[in-house]
């Protein structure tokens, strides 16, 4: 069976890891037009987009992202048959670029007992990996653990053309994200809507992780977090380069604007996430 894999970010990219060796994986696909020719993995290319299909012999596509809907719909308009369309969606895909570089950026800090935190957690499978790498530190992790808050969706359906439904990760708990956790007694659980829920912090932290997809909980969480940083320490932004969620770069924009200068920002090699680096030097 010859499949393309729709989405060449870390869902698309597991998906691929896992069926390679039962079928044969033909190339990827992605809207992104400025993904179209790149090597994702093993030498297998990015077509492009659903407009690349009419030259491709494939006999099935799975769709790995979140925006499965929009992406199946563009495929039946481009006269796809239905029965050749997968959704094939990991619960929670674990990047091994990110997890190597925060094994790194760690090992800088020793065994520093400055707080961490999570802003979107999920199920915990990133917050397990920060729990055990800063076995000395308290980790803060924020989440509605009931899925998007319908204040921060209404925002990015009048602004966006916004993919995700609100309750969009609603499968998780507060006791699924601590069984997972090597040193629960550090852990400090903030359920509930951020940055509400930030009242009453008052720490220094030496690393975030800041998995919020929307625009108006990343804004919020550099206005609290980020003066609230140990010097070089490091804020992670995830889906920074997810074309589907434009509020995260506009987020981190308009900061910028707001503390009136540019943060310091550098690519970890994941495709998907922006450090942003406390530097009060900086002009």
């Known amino acids: 069976m010859k499949v393309l894999i729709y989405g060449v970010g870390l869902a698309g990219r597991q998906v691929y890891k896992e069926m390679k060796n039962k079928v044969q994986v033909i190339g ?13 993995t093993d030498g297998l290319l990015c077509l492009g987009g659903p407009d690349c299909l ?11 992202s979140l925006f499965f809907r929009e992406i199946k ?7 796809i ?6 959704v094939n969606l990991p619960e929670e895909p674990i990047s091994e670029f990110r ?6 950026y760690a090992k800088l800090l020793k065994d520093t007992q400055y707080a961490v935190a999570e802003g979107g957690v999920f199920q915990g499978g990133f917050a397990k990996f920060l729990n055990r790498t800063f076995p ?30 609100e309750h969009q990760f609603a499968n998780t708990s507060v006791d699924i994200v601590l069984s997972k956790m090597e040193h629960p007694e550090n852990v400090v659980i903030k359920k509930g809507f951020f940055p509400e829920t930030a009242e009453g912090v008052d720490e220094k932290f030496c690393f975030v992780h800041l998995d919020f997809d ?17 010097e070089g320490a490091a804020i992670l932004i995830h ?26 920002k550098l690519p970890i090699g994941d495709d998907q996430s922006i450090a942003i680096i406390k530097d009060s030097r900086a002009l």
């Open 214 to 230: 929307l625009y108006l909980p990343i804004l919020e969480g550099l206005r609290f977090f980020y003066p609230k940083m140990v």
């Open 239 to 264: 889906d920074y380069y997810n074309i589907g969620l434009p509020g995260v770069k506009d987020a981190i924009e308009d900061y910028e604007k707001e503390i009136g200068r540019s943060l310091y």
């Open 28 to 40: 990827f696909l992605d809207s992104d037009p400025d993904k179209k020719g790149r090597v994702i």
């Open 99 to 104: 997890n190597s570089w925060l094994s790194c």
């Open 136 to 165: 000395h530190s308290k980790l803060y992790l924020f989440d509605t653990f009931q899925g998007f808050d319908k204040r921060d969706v209404d925002y990015e359906k009048t602004n966006y053309s916004f993919g995700l439904e």
């Open 73 to 79: 719909k563009a495929l039946l308009e481009s006269q």
């Open 54 to 64: 009419s030259e491709v012999d494939f006999d099935q596509i799975q769709i790995t």
């Open 81 to 86: 048959p239905e029965e050749k369309i997968t």
